[in-house]
């Protein structure tokens, strides 16, 4: 997704730490099934997908250990916040995350849920392997690198 499609979607959850932990190799847009309470509470803008992940079950795709709170509207019609939620996504897409997980040794993470122009919750997951710290190093290197060159170019000019 590119910074033009981004202001029409409107971000839910975001999982700041996953481009960071580890290196994304590809990313797949899925719908994620939830009840009337999940949604409500998405709208909030509440949700953490910080410690979740993808697991492959039974040729299906579950979201595991994402927390959607409460909707405190709800009373007893209330939603579990951290139950597994079925992902949705196309019998090709699941076969190359079977393959991505089960031969590569890779992990299937979230790194945001938003709501699309339809209104819709999606996940966009990724299949993604983890960096070792040498890697992370590099990584917050490059990125204090870049900022210190952005500094000096306001500071000339």
Same mark, same amino acid.
């Given at each position: 997704?590119?910074?033009?499609?981004?202001?029409?979607?409107?971000?839910?959850?975001?999982?700041?730490?996953?481009?960071?932990?580890?290196?994304?190799?590809?990313?797949?847009?899925?719908?994620? /099934?939830?009840?009337?309470?999940? /949604?409500?509470?998405?709208?909030?803008?509440?949700?953490?997908?910080?410690?979740?992940?993808?697991?492959?079950?039974?040729?299906? /795709?579950?979201?595991?250990?994402?927390?959607?709170?409460?909707?405190?509207?709800?009373?007893?019609?209330?939603?579990?916040?951290?139950?597994?939620?079925?992902?949705?996504?196309?019998?090709?897409?699941?076969?190359?995350?079977?393959?991505?997980?089960?031969?590569?040794?890779?992990?299937?993470?979230?790194?945001?849920?938003?709501?699309?122009?339809?209104?819709?919750?999606?996940?966009?997951?990724?299949?993604?392997?983890?960096?070792?710290?040498?890697?992370?190093?590099?990584?917050?290197?490059?990125?204090?690198?870049?900022?210190?060159?952005?500094?000096?170019?306001?500071?000339?000019?």
């Amino acid at each position: 997704m590119n910074a033009h499609n981004e202001a029409r979607y409107k971000i839910a959850a975001d999982n700041r730490k996953a481009r960071f932990n580890f290196e994304i190799l590809d990313t797949y847009e899925a719908g994620i /099934v939830l009840s009337g309470t999940e /949604v409500k509470s998405l709208r909030g803008g509440k949700a953490t997908i910080g410690d979740s992940y993808a697991e492959i079950d039974n040729g299906e /795709v579950f979201l595991v250990n994402a927390y959607i709170p409460e909707y405190l509207q709800a009373n007893r019609f209330n939603h579990q916040p951290k139950r597994p939620r079925k992902l949705l996504l196309q019998k090709k897409q699941m076969a190359k995350l079977a393959n991505g997980v089960e031969r590569e040794g890779m992990t299937i993470v979230p790194l945001k849920i938003y709501f699309n122009e339809k209104g819709r919750a999606k996940v966009e997951i990724a299949l993604a392997k983890g960096k070792k710290l040498h890697d992370k190093r590099e990584t917050e290197k490059a990125r204090d690198w870049k900022r210190e060159q952005g500094r000096l170019l306001r500071d000339r000019g």
